[in-house]
């Protein structure tokens, strides 16, 4: 079993509809849980970071944590084109160290 | 916002040379990384660095691979001897005073080895 696994995608959406990003994992070590963009060509950006169980608002985004399942969410209201991109989950254990990306999923909203 | 940035964006290089990859982590940082994404694969880590030492490799940080901190804002990846399969992006991250921060990425170095 992959340590993390993540739906590859691609995931198409209209414009405006809630998008749904799901990660899961088997190391019950991991405490801290990220969730990052990455466009063409760019680097991962910070998007949420979360400690431990429980949710997180942003703004439009979302990202909720269940620790029990080994199971995190990142969710997208209102989604916009600008939103396509690929999210990458990732996670690391209560020392920070650890730190594994999840292969990320290729979202596409289209206008 | 601050931000990590990396030098060259690209850089082709014939097989068997040695490569340097250089990053400017943010300046109030104190734990660099460096990562490899080979094309239409995964992020993966290679290195962690933090008091001017390896604080954590993976099985990909081989001997072929150093960092080192030559002063007090670059960071560097020296690939020794490249090979065709160390073709891949490189990115360089960084976090805060404390290790379990989350870590901002760079915008990469795309390695070409020929």
């Known amino acids: 079993q992959k340590e993390v696994e993540q739906d590859p995608g691609p995931l198409s959406v209209p414009e405006g509809a809630i998008v749904s990003l799901n990660c899961t994992y088997s190391n019950s070590a991991f405490q801290y849980f990220m969730w990052y963009r990455q466009y063409s060509r760019k680097g991962p950006e910070l998007l949420m970071y979360t400690y431990s169980s429980g949710n997180k608002e942003d703004g439009r985004f979302t990202a909720q944590v269940d620790k029990s399942s080994k199971y995190i969410s990142l969710f997208i209201r209102d989604s916009q084109p600008s939103d396509s991109a690929t999210y990458l989950c990732?996670?690391?254990?209560?020392?920070?160290?650890?730190?594994?990306f999840g292969p990320g999923t290729r979202l596409s909203v289209l206008p | 916002e601050p931000e990590v940035t990396q030098t060259p964006s690209h850089q082709v290089t014939q097989m068997g040379q040695e490569v340097i990859l250089r990053c400017v982590p943010i300046?109030?940082?104190?734990?660099f990384y460096w990562y490899r994404q080979i094309l239409g694969q995964k992020v993966e880590f290679l290195v962690s660095f933090y008091n001017n030492e390896i604080s954590e490799k993976s099985e990909i940080f081989d001997d072929q691979f150093s960092v080192e901190r030559p002063d007090g804002s670059n960071f560097t990846l020296k690939i020794r001897s490249t090979k065709l399969e160390d073709s891949a992006m490189y990115f360089c991250a960084s976090s805060d005073r404390n290790s379990n921060q989350p870590q901002h990425f760079g915008d990469g170095t795309r390695l070409s080895i020929l």
């Open positions: 300046s109030n940082h104190l734990y």
């Open positions: 990732a996670m690391m254990d209560n020392y920070g160290q650890n730190f594994v």
